[in-house]
């Protein structure tokens, strides 16, 4: 638990705090495989361990590299792939260039490490070992995320650098997104615009073999806090889409509740991934009271029926009989604050898709937005008003009239919020 006492101390005792974080204190100790041991041994071990992302194989008390649970279930999960690997080792589904660090590395270099390592460090963790280099256990990018966010707000120095830091990794995060929507959609656009630098919107797009899925995120603050707490969202994201969890938007944003939940200190729960929650939460309070709106989507290519569920973010759309905008209303519940409860159940809302229905998600940037002679909010009548005289032309058009009809009615007044704007015809 980190000492009040230092929290307390000037400036100059920043960097005893600073000392306190390194590699070590994000270390998981785990149970690892050898290479001797078999694919089957792995898949009975990841079930056991419903909770484990990655797997070291270790040889000789040396790592050589790491199993993740995605890649590896995807793997197995082909035809005939349990038959042909059941017995084989397990290195034939190993990363054997996962991130390897030494226990007393600073936690500003193992960011600098992560970042260059990529997006798939920070999703399935890192190996963490001895001065000796052998194998003590893992890190999770998760946790990293946390200790840095902790940092930032205690070291102004490292704000500054931060910010640079962050929007390589938030637009690296977003870059996979944007590629698997060119692969889905054909007239569409996809405008992400922060406030300042960096921002707390954020968008998600994945591919599947029956459809994709889409969320549109707008998570607490903007800057840097904000931008901490999308890379946060994007991890459990990715851990939470998995197998038919997809095709159930309202079930995905009440398993991210909880995570969030957790993960912020929200709640006490003993136990969990033996990780101090409180180690990372606020000075004061031991809590805090952040967490998203935001609006999901499973699209099932096949049968053209799209599955949405909203956490105060609504859906606009614009059927092929009438220019007439309709609105699929959320639950009027956030994703892990505070006064939504753990157990809250998000709705489920169906939608018929037909060939060039107009499909519309927006954060609040756009409809909170001070501005005109009344100097009033941009207002969703406005917005759908806009959607309503301009469907008929292509995405990248209506982006750019949507867009320049903020701005003008902005005008000098101050920017409030992120910007986060979509729309795609099916």
């Keep these: 638990m980190l000492d009040q006492s230092l929290l307390n101390k000037s400036r100059a005792g920043l960097s005893e705090i600073e000392a306190e974080y390194i590699a070590s204190s994000l270390l998981k100790v785990c149970s690892s495989v050898s290479p001797q041991q078999t694919n089957l041994e792995v898949s009975k071990l990841l079930e056991e361990q419903t909770d ?11 790592p050589i590299g790491l199993i993740t649970r995605n890649f590896f279930m995807e793997g197995m999960a082909k035809p005939f792939h349990h038959d042909l690997f059941d017995r084989k080792s397990c290195i034939a589904f ?11 590395m600073s936690i500003q270099a193992l960011s600098f490490k ?6 798939k460090t920070l999703n399935d963790g890192f190996i963490i070992t001895d001065e000796n280099g052998d194998y ?19 070291k102004n120095r490292l704000v500054t650098e931060s910010i640079n830091y962050a929007s390589i990794i938030q637009k690296s995060f977003l870059r996979s997104s944007r590629e698997d929507m060119s692969l889905v959609l054909q007239d569409y656009f996809m405008h992400w615009e922060p406030r300042d630098k960096v921002g707390g919107d954020y968008y998600f797009c994945k591919k599947f073999d029956d459809g994709f899925f889409l969320a549109l995120i707008d998570c607490t603050g903007h800057g840097v806090p904000g931008a901490f707490m999308t890379l946060i969202m994007a991890s459990f994201l990715d851990h939470v889409l998995v197998e038919d969890n997809r095709h159930d938007p309202a079930g995905a944003l009440a398993i991210m509740n909880k995570k969030v939940k957790m993960a912020l200190g929200q709640i006490s729960e003993a136990g969990t991934d033996n990780f101090d929650i409180d180690r990372f939460s606020s000075a004061q309070s031991g809590q805090s009271d952040d967490g998203m709106d935001t609006a999901f989507c499973w699209i099932n290519t096949q049968s053209g029926m799209l599955t949405y569920a909203g956490a105060k973010t609504p859906l606009f759309y614009i059927g092929n009989e009438s220019s007439d905008v309709h609105l699929l209303d959320p639950d009027r519940k956030g994703v892990g604050y505070i006064d939504t409860p753990i157990d809250y159940e998000w709705t489920n809302q169906q939608l018929a898709l037909t060939k060039g229905m107009c499909i519309y998600l927006t ?7 001070i501005g005109g ?8 009548k406005r917005f759908s008003r806009l959607l309503q005289e301009n469907y008929l032309k292509t995405m990248p058009e209506q982006e750019s009239i ?8 902005q005008g000098k007044q101050k920017r409030r919020d992120d910007v986060c704007l979509m729309g795609f015809r099916f």
């Design 52 to 62: 484990r992302i990655s797997v070291a194989v270790v040889e000789n008390d040396k």
């Design 94 to 104: 190993m990363d054997k260039d996962p991130l390897i660090v030494d226990q007393n």
């Design 114 to 119: 992560m970042l260059s390592s990529g997006r």
């Design 136 to 154: 003590l256990g893992l890190g999770t990018g998760e946790d990293l995320v946390k200790v840095v966010s902790f940092l930032q707000a205690e």
């Design 363 to 369: 954060t609040d940037g756009i409809i909170d937005q």
């Design 373 to 380: 002679l009344k100097k009033i909010a941009f207002g969703k």
């Design 402 to 409: 949507v867009m320049q009809t903020y701005y003008d009615y």
